[in-house]
């Protein structure tokens, strides 16, 4: 999330609530007692709008038809040690399945303790207006008490003093000195392709941390691509998708602008409020089963999930993410090594447009996909809310 988008969201949502992914920002993990190295691999598939790149969505946006079928494959990759080098370097070597060469070189550099984020001025937040709306549960019609309304405006001094303390704290990158490798880096990185598999024997070797030498299997593998599509329920809309093998479960969320000026609207599967809402980053199966039993998660199983009437007629339009959660291999070196530790998080996402007009830009929402495109140049985005 961009910082632009996180200042007027924790402006939002006040002082005592913050959405799962600033919670996640502003709470990392507990680090280890004594610093060691660590690395960390985020594997994503994407589906939908997410996947179609820059000049896909200024196409769209300039009144092309969306490629809503387009799929690809993400790799972050994260190396942390400790140690520092004179000229420090550091690879990935990757099994041939991942059909990208012999080894993908992390762009590496010396990091600076304490190194501070954007400097945060209570100018900087802006004065918020309106409401936000938040609908949950995947049931056709909102549930009691729905939606929970927070009212935007009118915030005392405190509690712009404590947003503003937030915002620091998230822009903070409090750490030990010692050196950093990441991929990609810059434009040059080549893409992921779509039949890459990280099946197999990886190495991570250089001069500023242990070597990490590690198997995948195939449950640990890119998870499939999210197939969404939705039709009509009346007024709510039925969210589809096939079952993604080895999923530990879905949740999807969906924003758009109120009816009335200045609010926003947004719906979540969750059947909890949005702050209990969270999904942690290293997600294992124990923990997975318990979010689903709380109601955070979607159960792998489940294909169907509505958004509900009266979150439809609340926003008419809105831009709805799907995400199915894998399961998280973590690793440690073996007794006797070099100490390093390693996390590969898998997630497959999809994300769309909802509502009014938005079917006939999908093929998969059931509405006549021959339709014409109107006169006037198409869909533009610019002019969806």
């Not at 009816?259 to 997975?288: C, F, H, K, N, Y």
């Not at 609340?314 to 959660?325: C, E, I, L």
């Not at 497959?348 to 509405?367: I, N, V």
Request: glycine share 12%.
């Amino acid at each position: 999330m961009s910082w632009q988008a996180a200042a007027p969201l924790v402006l939002l949502l006040g002082t005592d609530q913050v959405l799962p992914s600033l919670a996640a920002a502003a709470q990392p993990g507990a680090r280890p007692a004594t610093p060691i190295a660590t690395y960390t691999i985020e594997a994503t598939t994407t589906a939908g709008m997410g996947a179609m790149g820059g000049a896909g969505m200024l196409q769209m946006m300039l009144g092309g038809r969306p490629a809503i079928g387009a799929t690809s494959r993400q790799l972050e990759l994260r190396l942390q040690s400790p140690q520092t080098a004179a000229n420090p370097t550091a690879e990935h070597r990757i099994p041939a399945a991942m059909a990208m060469g012999t080894a993908l070189p992390l762009k590496s550099g010396t990091d600076s303790p304490g190194q501070p984020g954007r400097e945060w001025k209570e100018e900087d937040i802006p004065e918020a207006k309106g409401r936000l709306l938040i609908f949950r549960g995947c049931a056709e019609s909102a549930g009691a008490g729905q939606p929970e309304i927070i009212t935007m405006q009118g915030l005392s001094k405190e509690q712009r003093r404590q947003a503003l303390s937030g915002l620091k704290r998230l822009g903070t990158a409090a750490g030990p000195a010692g050196t950093t490798g990441r991929w990609p880096a810059g434009e040059e990185a080549p893409a992921v392709p779509q039949q890459a598999s990280l099946v197999g024997t990886h190495v991570v070797a250089g001069n500023y941390a242990p070597e990490i030498r590690f198997q995948v299997g195939s449950g640990h593998d890119f998870l499939a691509p999210v197939k969404l599509t939705s039709t009509p329920a009346g007024s709510a809309q039925r969210l589809s998708w096939p079952a993604i093998p080895t999923a530990l479960g879905y949740q999807a969320t969906a924003t758009g602008m109120g009816r009335q000026e200045g609010d926003i609207v947004m719906w979540t599967s969750s059947e909890l409020p949005m702050a209990d809402s969270g999904v942690p980053d290293a997600l294992r199966a124990p923990e997975a089963v318990r979010l689903v039993q709380r109601g955070v998660l979607l159960a792998p199983e489940r294909t169907t999930c509505a958004v509900s009437a009266q979150a439809m007629a609340a926003m008419g339009a809105a831009m709805v993410t799907f995400t199915a959660y894998g399961d998280t291999l973590l690793l440690s070196s073996p007794q006797g090594s070099p100490a390093w530790r390693l996390s590969l998080e898998r997630r497959s996402t999809a994300t769309r447009l909802l509502g009014d007009g938005m079917e006939r830009l999908d093929p998969g929402s059931g509405a006549g996909q021959e339709e014409p495109a109107p006169k006037g140049g198409g869909f533009n985005l610019f002019k969806l809310f």
